[in-house]
């Protein structure tokens, strides 16, 4: 692949940006100076260069995991709360679309005052099968409520509660006492506000809330709030139904 296809596919620019800057000679592959915006690489995975001193490494299509902090709203076009993408760099915010994929995009969404585990793609097929209500992928919260839970409460929780929008009882697929006032839901379902509405109707109220763990993959512990990182491979298989 072209030097500036790369970049351009990376999210460093347009392609005229992107030969540009190495004309300029602000691009170094593996370690190497190259002006010739037309060189042939091989754009394998991995593949390291350097612009304008910013370290890189290719990767065909983007899987992301991020601790998503508090005070930041999953969206493009955020309102009151600035937007989780500002906390990636230019390049992966920048990323184009490609034979209809889409950009980079998180999958699915955490309320403002939500934390933990989020997943940021721009493989429209994996965002579609992490995202599907049909496929069940089990997603683990850490809740910390503002009164006691109790075993009623798990065992509601566990036999379906009906929210007002659904007839139909919505189940969580496990649930757990964790302290006092905390418990470890389960489910596999993605209804809007669904763990906030759940905990609501058996009588108590979320006071915060913590992603752990999507599928088998569970949010790395030395990620910190605000942190993000390429997925290695191990990961994704995963997050395999």
Not at 129 to 157: C, F, I, N
Not at 161 to 185: F, H, I, M, Q, W
Not at 198 to 220: D, T
Request: charged share 25%.
């Amino acid at each position: 692949m072209q030097l500036q296809q790369i970049l351009f596919s990376q999210g460093f620019g347009t392609r005229r940006v992107c030969a540009g800057l190495v004309e300029q000679g602000f691009v170094t592959v593996q370690g190497q100076a190259c002006t010739d915006p037309y060189a042939d690489f091989d754009a394998r995975e991995g593949l390291r260069f350097t612009v304008q001193g910013r370290d890189w490494a290719y990767h065909e299509k983007a899987y992301l995991v991020l601790h998503k902090p508090p005070g930041y709203e999953c969206s493009q076009k955020p309102g009151a709360w600035p937007s989780v993408y500002t906390l990636l760099p230019g390049p992966l915010r920048q990323r184009p679309q490609r034979q209809g994929q889409p950009g980079v995009q998180a999958i699915g969404r955490l309320d403002q005052d939500t934390t933990g585990l989020l997943l940021l793609s721009d493989d429209g097929v994996f965002i579609h099968r992490m995202g599907s209500p049909k496929r069940h992928v089990p997603k683990v919260y850490e809740v910390t409520a503002r009164h006691p839970v109790d075993e009623k409460m798990l065992r509601r929780l566990l036999e379906g509660v009906v929210l007002e929008d659904d007839p139909k009882p919505v189940r969580a697929a496990a649930c757990e006492k964790t302290s006092e006032n905390g418990l470890r839901l389960t489910l596999t379902e993605g209804k809007y506000h669904q763990v906030k509405r759940m905990v609501a109707a058996v009588g108590n109220r979320v006071e915060q809330l913590h992603r752990s763990r999507i599928g088998g993959l569970e949010l790395p512990p030395g990620l910190r709030p605000g942190e993000w990182r390429w997925l290695e491979s191990e990961e994704l298989a995963l997050l395999a139904p």
